[in-house]
């Protein structure tokens, strides 16, 4: 097995596309650093780590306690208007905090602890990547024609599947890495550090996050559609043996996936689609969490589960 | 004969109702190259492909080295080398590359038996480089490193002689009977032409439409061979030159070995005895095989 994924290994670096691919991925996350980093120098409007979308025009200057007793009373008053909005009574809860606790908010400007988080927003390249390294591992050896030679060898054709499926995972992983290597240099770089807290709102209580812990789990959460959308076209690419249409249509689906879940979800029927709970904090459904995880387990079998069974059954005639 | 390495037993195969491989059945046996004679579309390449599973029979048995196929795969193609159609091999990697990859796959294959396949095929000069930058010569030649390999007891090559020059059909000739000879390997060759199956074949199978029309043995070829000669009044000549012959017509049908026919030649001109024309003699079976096949299909 280890041989088998070593060769798998060894296949996916002997072509360019995976390094190119891994090259950009690092350049994006320099790029958003730079381009950050120019913003901060202007006036800008973002939302803070609360939620709270504070405008500074003059940059963070003044006595933050102004601006959080300004942020409370218009809070107060968006509450009178939405007296059950979960969200702004958490937000007034934290403004409180700190002004009893007089605990700074973090600087609105992006800072090494905020640019850490921008690691989560790059799952969505890693997804890409991952679609495409999946969808290809498979297809490409009929393509080729190598299947012929990869399949008439003393190995199962299911550990050879599994060594693929492992290798595309472990591809993932490897750029999931290497993205969270560069942001955090990238937070080093290009940013100084904060003197504000984060907080945030835990059972009823206050309590000052961990921008890193934050960051990570963010990152954790996203990643549950990158392992969907790779188990997706590693199935299409097995099935189809066309690499093209596996990671089009992984890609379709995935971009579209939520706007197509958006009109279907009145339907009984669109709780058991995975789409639905790909965010498994806030699916698109009116589920339990267990439901969610249920679902995405149960998909991901059957995805793996006709891919090898597919793969196994058919005659090969490529 | 020795106990057969390889059984086929009531193979069929049937695509879309249509029945490509009808009840065949071949034994293969150790040192013996077996022909698997047929034209274009006869099945050759189908019964290949299920012979090393990337197909399954639709009914029937495939022994090989008495692991039923079916059953015990990894044990049963554990000792065979392949080359189904064209060798496709990994055209972005190198050819050591390529033969390391495959090398993994199998149990205990030394960097030095790599090195000694590579040598023994010829390809030590250009192994490094890309396998895209390859003739169709050399990547066959690779084909066989690879299939060779692991040492295996049963080899298969699927028109391998395609793409090949002359001299490297000869020299690939040459070579198949050293493995056999010397390693006791059960080859089977496929091909659509009787002559090249002629040359280097100890047996040939005929298929015709999915099914086995013919097995039979081949007499040595070196030692057996019979040549037309064509001339006028050589009948004393040759009795003086003590070669047997027959007279059909016009033509002598000689008794001699290649080896002989330059002296022969020499000896009648020498006597002045006006040759025609003098060649080797094979009309018998090529004109079987076209009955049997019915004629026109074989390219
Ligand atoms: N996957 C397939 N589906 C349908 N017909 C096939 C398939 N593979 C081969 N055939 C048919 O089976 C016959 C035998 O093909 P093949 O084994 O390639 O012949 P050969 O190798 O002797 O030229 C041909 O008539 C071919 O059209
Ligand atoms: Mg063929």
New binding site residues.
């Given amino acids: 097995m280890f041989n088998l994924m070593r060769n798998e290994w060894m296949k996916i670096w002997r072509k360019k596309s995976t390094w190119i691919m891994t090259c950009i991925l690092i350049l994006s996350i320099v790029a958003v650093a730079a381009l950050s980093r120019g913003l901060n120098n202007m006036p800008a409007s973002q939302p803070d780590a609360n939620g709270v979308t504070v405008t500074t025009t003059e940059k963070d200057t003044g006595d933050w306690r102004e601006r959080v007793q300004e942020d409370l009373v218009a809070l107060k008053a968006n509450l009178n208007e939405e007296p059950h909005n979960k969200e702004i009574q958490d937000s007034i809860m934290v403004a409180q905090y700190r002004l009893d606790h007089d605990v700074a908010p973090p600087t609105t400007t992006m800072t090494t602890e905020s640019f850490l988080d921008t690691n989560a927003s790059m799952t969505m390249m890693i997804l890409l990547f991952t679609a495409i390294v999946a969808g290809g591992i498979v297809s490409s050896e009929f393509t080729q024609g190598t299947i012929k030679m990869l399949l008439t060898r003393p190995v199962s054709r299911a550990k050879i599947l599994l060594a693929k499926l492992s290798i595309t995972f472990l591809y993932s992983i490897f750029l999931s890495v290497i993205s969270f290597v560069t942001v955090v240099i990238c937070a080093y770089a290009f940013f100084s550090s904060s003197d504000g807290a984060m907080l945030a709102v835990v059972d009823d209580e206050v309590v000052k996050t961990n921008p890193w812990t934050t960051a990570l789990l963010n990152t954790a959460y996203a990643y549950i559609s990158v392992i969907m959308s790779t188990l997706l076209a590693f199935l299409l690419g097995s099935v189809f043996r066309s690499s093209a249409l596996a990671i089009g249509i992984t890609m379709f689906i995935t971009f579209i996936g939520t706007t197509i879940m958006l009109f279907i979800s009145k339907y009984s029927f669109a709780k058991f689609i995975w789409l639905a709970h790909l965010d498994v904090r806030n699916p698109l459904v009116d589920t339990s969490t267990t439901f969610s995880v249920m679902i995405l387990l149960i998909t991901g079998a059957i995805f793996i589960a006709i891919s090898f069974f597919d793969f196994i059954k058919r005659?090969v005639?490529a | 004969m020795t106990e057969p390495i390889v059984q086929l037993k009531n193979l069929s195969k049937t695509?879309?109702n249509?029945k490509?491989?009808d009840n065949v059945n071949l034994d293969l046996y150790p040192g013996t190259i077996t022909g698997f004679l047929?034209?274009?579309?006869?099945?050759?390449?189908?019964?290949?492909?299920m012979i090393v599973g990337l197909?399954k029979p639709t009914s029937g048995d495939i022994i090989i080295n008495g692991h039923d196929l079916n059953r015990q795969y990894e044990e049963a193609i554990s000792q065979v080398g392949v080359i189904v159609?064209n060798p496709e091999m990994y055209k972005f990697l190198s050819g050591y590359k390529n033969l390391e990859h495959f090398a993994r796959m199998h149990k205990n294959i030394t960097k030095e038996r790599i090195d000694e396949v590579i040598q023994q095929m010829g390809l030590e000069n250009r192994i490094h480089e890309k396998v895209s930058t390859y003739s169709l010569g050399m990547r066959q030649r690779l084909g066989l490193a690879q299939a060779l390999l692991h040492r295996p007891n049963f080899l298969i090559l699927?028109?391998p002689t395609n793409g090949l020059d002359p001299a490297g059909i000869h020299e690939f000739r040459n070579y198949l009977r050293f493995i056999a000879e010397q390693e006791g390997v059960a080859i089977l060759v496929?091909s659509?032409l009787l002559a090249e199956m002629e040359l280097m074949c100890d047996r040939i199978a005929v298929?015709q439409a999915?099914k086995i029309i013919d097995i039979r043995e081949l007499q040595q070829q070196e030692t057996a061979t019979h040549y037309v000669l064509e001339a006028v009044d050589a009948d004393t000549a040759l009795h003086d030159l003590q070669i047997e012959f027959t007279k059909v017509n016009d033509q002598y049908i000689l008794a001699i070995t290649k080896q002989e026919v330059p002296t022969l030649i020499a000896n009648l001109v020498a006597k002045g005895i006006a040759i025609y024309s003098i060649s080797m003699q094979h009309t018998t079976l090529e004109d079987e095989f076209l009955a049997l096949t019915g004629g026109g299909a074989i390219v």
């Fill in positions: 005659d005639t | 695509i879309k249509k490509i491989i047929g034209p274009n579309g006869a099945g050759k390449t189908t019964t290949i492909r197909m159609e699927d028109e496929s659509h298929i999915g």
